[in-house]
């Protein structure tokens, strides 16, 4: 259990197993997004046109929400990072004593302007149907949790680098030194590692996708999403953009 305000609350076992945890929320996410058609207007400026808004539905959406959890304290833990960092109001409840674990040049990594991208352009084909319910403010709330559940996940790729540097600084210090991002690649990576994590991927998303039916006849091959769209995700974005969160961590570290 986290002890506040200690530094050390982090090991390689801790955060993969906070990792493997994350898969069952991303995986959740993908089924609640999968509930709804692709409801292209949500995404779409042109159609939302909000009084005193420029952009699309999902981009209100979040905004707007990200500025009321900003106030409710959601970004003082350095294991969150907003969508819309410019102009958030600062929190306005009593500060919690997170534990500074990170380097402070961890605070200028975020990659979520590429998650966003990804999620739009690359993931809603593989996941939604096509199709329009008008449903466009509960899309664009389930795309806000998986947007929330995916950045979460790849920005945790911080703390892993941290624990792997404190584990092994006569190894990553050379090669931040000389900028060496193939290097710090390699030294980062376990291969065995990253195909468990997709496997076990596909495997809770089949199970969790499962419809469950008390009816023994009934058929239980139906599902509520493809589970290949989970390992596809992991394999092609999560994985490697979490590599890339420590790349960018690690070049920081003796700043
Ligand atoms: O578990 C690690 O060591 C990580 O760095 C996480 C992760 C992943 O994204 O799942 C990334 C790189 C490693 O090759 C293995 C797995």
Redesign the pocket.
């Known amino acids: 259990e986290q002890s506040p305000g200690s530094g050390n609350v982090y090991t390689?076992a801790s955060?993969?197993e906070d990792?493997i945890r994350q898969e069952d929320t991303i995986i959740y996410g993908l089924i609640e997004r999968a509930k709804f058609p692709s409801n292209s207007h949500t995404y779409d400026a042109k159609y939302a046109q909000i009084p005193g808004f420029c952009g699309s539905l999902v981009e209100f959406v979040v905004k707007n929400t990200e500025d009321i959890q900003a106030k409710a304290g959601r970004y003082k833990n350095p294991e969150e990072n907003p969508f819309f960092p410019e102009n958030l109001p600062p929190s306005s409840v009593p500060s919690y004593p997170f534990p500074q674990f990170l380097h402070p040049g961890a605070a200028s990594i975020n990659i979520n302007k590429s998650i966003w991208k990804m999620y739009l352009h690359e993931l809603l084909p593989l996941l939604a149907t096509s199709g329009d319910d008008g449903n466009y403010a509960q899309t664009a709330a389930s795309d806000l949790s998986l947007l929330q559940a995916v950045s979460k996940r790849i920005h945790y790729?911080k703390f892993?680098?941290e624990v792997?540097f404190r584990d092994a600084p006569e190894d990553y210090e050379p090669l931040i030194r000389a900028k060496d991002r193939e290097g710090l690649m390699k030294l980062?990576?376990?291969?065995s590692?990253?195909e468990a994590?997709r496997m076990r991927v596909e495997k809770k998303a089949t199970v969790f996708g499962q419809e469950v039916s008390l009816d023994s006849n009934e058929d239980n091959e139906k599902r509520k999403f493809d589970p290949s769209v989970a390992s596809r995700l992991?394999k092609n974005w999560?994985?490697p953009l979490?590599?890339e969160v420590?790349v960018e961590y690690l070049l920081r570290r003796l700043g």
């Open positions: 390689l955060v993969r990792l790729g892993v680098a792997k980062l990576t376990f291969t590692v990253e994590v992991y999560v994985i979490t590599k420590q």
